[in-house]
């Protein structure tokens, strides 16, 4: 009896089928952005406070210090707890510097009951964002340009109890240190938000209908070395309070962007005012608009700031400094395996035994995941 052959593989006429919904949504919305694009635009210009767009001046000859890390996502898993990993790399850039380098420091931390690599990582960056404005202070370094890969300002919503509060409270009494040092020494403070899937300015303006995040859409509206100056977290804080009762504006997503905002402004440093902006930088492999939110020093106001992001941004689209650490943050398979040994190694030395008794307590959860946690 002759068995039929399988074909092996998927047809590519069953791919075309499944993408086809796929792509009639994105052309649809893409179709209806186009549209929209100058009254959108009309409508930011006419706006005016807080929203400005504006062209990028000369370049500025300026020095750049960005601080990026990488971590396990999710923890190495063990019979005992979580093992996470954390890799901070801080890169110094620009022909203004006295000096070029690159440091990177690894961490590890071991939890009994929650992974909380994410927010530790997030602790570790601001550490390393604190000690290198001291190093500025002191005189040691001299940079223009605090750079850090993700936000300013700690997203997370409040935590009544547990690790994660207590951690919570570190990282923003270590962003009030760290906006408080980079006031005195004089250095702005850029948070580059490549994620950004919020749909706070188009619902603002009054394009509710429009599904494309405000980076996606900004990516349409602003032509290469523009930028727009969105405000202040405050500001668009109480701009959204004002679409209470608009026609077209849904009830829970606008009371869940409240309680978001709501928590970003209980974050942030006082006294000090963390704005947002979109730029589209020329010459990038992709046109889309990057979202960062900063911090401004006396030497480098909003303007000066904003142009200098869009010349070092080239390629990505990201300013290069930050590009840099974050090809040089990747935790490689043999960081993890010399970080998950020497833990067998030290806790076997501390309790005056032999690793096989304490390898139970530090024995990978699913030995069947070996390659892929170690790897």
Known sequence: ??????????????????????????????????????????????????????????AEDLCYVAVDSSFTAPAIELVGGYLGIVLVVAVLHGSRCSKGGVEAKAYAELWFNE??????????????????????????????????????VPRALPVRRGPSAGLLGRVVKLTEEVVELADRTDTAVVGVLKRSYSRDLVSILGFDQLRLSDKAVMSLVLRPGEYLVAGSHIDIYRELEGL????????????????????????????????LAYYRAPRTLYP????????????????????????????????????????????TKELKQTVYQKLLAEVAKEVKAEAREVVPLLSLTNPEKLSRLLG
């Open 288 to 331: 889309t608009a990057t979202k960062v939110e900063y911090v401004t020093s006396s030497s480098l106001h909003e303007d000066l700031l904003l142009s200098s992001l869009v010349h070092i941004s080239t390629g990505t689209g990201i300013p290069v400094p930050i590009d840099y650490a974050d090809a040089l943050s990747t935790i």
């Open 1 to 58: 009896m002759q068995v039929p052959e399988e074909p092996i593989g998927v047809a590519p006429e069953v791919v075309e089928r499944a993408l086809g919904r796929a792509v009639r949504k994105v052309v649809e919305e893409v179709e209806k952005v186009r549209s929209l694009v100058r009254e959108v635009r009309r409508a930011i210009e006419s706006r005016g406070d807080p929203f400005r767009i504006g062209t990028a001046g000369p």
């Open 115 to 152: 992974d909380l690599t994410s927010a530790v990582a997030r602790y570790y960056e601001r550490l390393t964002s604190k000690r290198l404005l001291e190093g500025k202070r002191r005189g040691e370094l001299d940079f223009d340009v605090l750079l850090v890969d993700g936000e300013i």
């Open 244 to 275: 209470r009762g608009r026609p077209g504006v849904r009830e829970d997503w606008l009371e869940a962007r409240l309680r978001w905002y709501r928590s970003i402004v209980n974050n942030m440093p006082v006294g000090y005012t963390v704005k």
